[in-house]
């Protein structure tokens, strides 16, 4: 990560105690989504790590508002993984497993054409990479090429890009 944004992420990223749980800290990003400066900043970074990408898939709910902006900064679509049912039928779904229980994403399975297309994850978190290998395995399924994971925030003691190999993951900051 370039020099000037780490101290802007720092700045703008509020550091919760005991949440959701006794003796984890939540790392707040919504600070940093509503500074314009940060928010263009971050958007600028993510875009620079996934340029090459043709569509970009945007993960419920902080990856969404990265990831639209991502894309619109590439020129490129952007692609809603969402939590389960919250698409209408047909999809593709995937159960996975949380830090702190299992969840489930989906895409659409008809509309959008996924197959060949380069695609790249973005989401504003790293922990566990759960939510982050559901997706590229949704992804997958649908014929897609996954090219790369782009995160503002990596928490690399829960080895989340270890969980993601091979594809390449890019962090503008890890902690």
């Known amino acids: 990560m370039s020099e000037h944004l780490a101290p802007l992420v720092d700045a703008l990223t509020r550091q919760v105690p005991d949440f959701p749980e006794p003796g984890v800290l939540f790392r ?72 702190y229980g299992t969840a489930s994403l989906e895409i659409p399975a008809d509309g959008i054409p996924l197959a060949g297309r380069r695609v790249a994850i973005i989401d504003d978190v790293l922990a566990t990479g759960g939510t982050v290998t559901a997706t590229r395995d949704l992804l997958l399924m649908a014929q897609a090429e996954v090219m790369a994971a782009a995160v503002v925030l990596e928490l690399t003691a829960l080895s989340g890009r270890e969980r993601l190999s091979p594809l390449p993951v890019c962090a503008l900051q890890q902690v």
Request: glycine share 14%; hydrophobic share 50%; proline share 6%.
């Open 28 to 99: 707040d990003l919504t600070p940093l989504l509503a500074d314009a400066r940060g928010f263009e900043a971050v958007t600028e970074a993510l875009a620079e790590m996934v340029e090459g990408a043709d569509l970009i898939a945007g993960i419920d709910a902080r990856g969404f508002l990265l990831g639209g902006a991502v894309a619109y900064r590439l020129g490129v679509g952007m692609l809603a993984v969402r939590k389960g049912g919250k698409l209408p039928p047909p999809v593709r779904s995937m159960n996975y497993s949380l830090e």
